[in-house]
């Protein structure tokens, strides 16, 4: 896979001390800047791991309420490799000075705060609470098994994280990989979106590691009503999903899993 992967000589070291280092070749992870600019103006700066960059930017613009489909986008234009140049439909406002300082500074953090918090249930266009989907636990601790299964980086590098958007019967519709466990979920947004598939209504987004904040908010904006993680979420994540009637489970390893917000929507 080209572009996502480098190889790179290291030096195998065991202990206790066996038949002494092994020098050997390794693949890491590709990580690079990805520059988003809309109009031709610097928005955003994320490090990422090439590849699906086009649904990176659209996902980006999704999650953060700039666009809510693929009518709002006139076209996304890589340039130089490393920067995504988004032209806007007409008629199609762009992010304000808020959101340009914000994501200049940091395309990381995400947003904080009581006032934020309150600020994302006003701008999300989905009311993922009405969204009747039911899923079974047996279901939900199949899936973490056939997202590893499908990484095909990971298998390689053992250094990506994952988002993994799958049916209520576990189906997986789609696969992101990268160093970004933020932009691994923009990535899945923005197929999403470049597909006509908004709102992500009956559907299940898995991620590889925690559930942050950040990642709860992309979720409600994409339309998701059921976010699970293989590992624990944190409180102001948990505290989102159950304001905003999305189903929220943690831990998910095994034959167990915590569920931390909208217990409703598991069967059985």
Known sequence: MTGRTARRRVLRVSVP??????????????EEPLEIRVGGMPLSVTM????????????????????SSAADLSQIKMCDGNVADVTL???????????????????????????????????????????????????L??????LRA???VFASTGGLHAAGLFTAEGHLLALREDVGRHNAVDKVIGWALRGGRLPLAGCVLLVSGRAS????QKALMAGLPVLAAVSAPSSLAAELAAESGMTLVGFLRGSSMNVYAGPDRLTG
């Not at 066996?18 to 693949?27: N, Q």
């Not at 990422?48 to 666009?67: C, K, N, Q, S």
């Not at 601790?141 to 056939?146: E, K, N, T, V, Y």
């Open 141 to 146: 601790a199949g899936l973490p098994d056939r």
């Open 48 to 67: 990422r791991t090439p590849g699906d960059d086009i649904d990176l930017a659209a996902g980006f613009l999704a999650a953060e309420g700039v666009i």
């Open 89 to 139: 439909a007409p008629g199609v406002s762009g992010p304000g000075d808020r959101l340009r300082r914000q994501f200049v500074t940091t395309s990381a953090c995400g947003v904080c705060g009581r006032e934020s918090i309150d600020a994302i249930r006003v701008r999300a266009r989905y009311n993922v609470s009405a969204d009747p989907v039911r899923i079974a636990p047996g279901t």
């Open 17 to 30: 001390a066996g038949s002494g280092p092994d020098p050997r070749a390794d693949l890491l992870a590709v």
């Open 213 to 216: 904040f950040e990642l709860t």
């Open 150 to 152: 499908a990484q095909r």
